[in-house]
């Protein structure tokens, strides 16, 4: 099965709102409800800050936020903070026991 | 507290073979399905496939399908990927992830550190 599509990079001012998106196709996102995102820093393991399209995990600020239309996931980031620039990858189940990821989008907090 | 504890990083030779682990704790490890997760330095993520814990029940993903072995020992709460020959492409940090796997949810919500398996050619 093919990735999902995601900007190789985006960049934002602190305080700023930013959304990054992550394109699938009618075999992924346009059908199951099991988006998710992570965040990695260098060096780091990925942390899950999205599950479910839209569910955050206890202890992840409500600063992220997230939605699906149609086959195109997107993850908000408001009050962009200097801690935020990662990695950011986006993850759908694709069927038979298959999960695909995105790229993955490096944003960068000016 | 949950932890995966993967084993250290591994600089072998093309064609040679490669066994790397992940040892959990902190949970009913037979309760959950693992995954390895690939990322290529530089690059994005690549879930290379799942195994029940309890059972050993493994589901590859197609880019991955016999191009290694994944496997499991409960009786030690430790997953285990495998490669019999290497290829210099195989370098790559190989992650292990607890996935949360049922008919309404599917994703990873604990990691391990990551192994750096490193080939030369």
């Known amino acids: 099965q093919s990735g999902l599509t995601q900007p190789a990079s985006m960049s934002g001012s602190p305080g700023q709102s930013i959304t990054l998106s992550c394109t699938g196709s009618s075999s992924d996102i346009g059908t199951y409800n099991l988006v998710s995102w992570y965040q990695q820093h260098p060096g780091e393991a990925p942390k899950v800050i999205i599950f479910?399209?839209?569910k955050r995990p206890s202890g992840v600020s409500n600063r992220f936020s997230a939605s699906k239309s149609g086959n195109t996931a997107s993850l908000t980031i408001s009050g962009l903070q200097a801690e935020d620039e990662a990695d950011y990858h986006c993850?759908?189940?694709?069927?038979?026991?298959?999960?695909?990821f995105g790229g993955g989008t490096k944003l960068t907090v000016l | 507290e949950v932890q995966l504890e993967q084993s250290g990083a591994e600089v072998k030779k093309a064609g040679e073979s490669v066994t790397i682990s992940c040892t959990n704790s902190g949970y009913t490890f037979t309760y959950y399905w693992i995954a390895w997760v690939r990322q290529v330095p530089g690059k994005g993520l690549e879930c290379m496939g799942i195994?029940?814990?309890?059972?050993?029940?493994?589901r590859y993903s197609p880019s991955f399908q016999g191009q290694v072995t994944i496997s499991v020992d409960k009786s030690i709460r430790t997953a285990y990927l495998q490669w019999s020959s290497l290829k210099a492409s195989d370098t790559a940090m190989y992650y292990c992830?607890?996935?949360?796997?049922?008919?309404?949810?599917?994703?990873?919500?604990?990691w391990g550190r990551g192994t750096l398996v490193t080939v030369s050619s």
């Open positions: 479910e399209v839209n």
């Open positions: 992830a607890r996935v949360v796997y049922s008919s309404t949810s599917w994703y990873f919500d604990f």
């Open positions: 993850s759908s189940y694709a069927g038979n026991s298959n999960l695909v």
């Open positions: 195994i029940y814990a309890d059972d050993s029940d493994t």
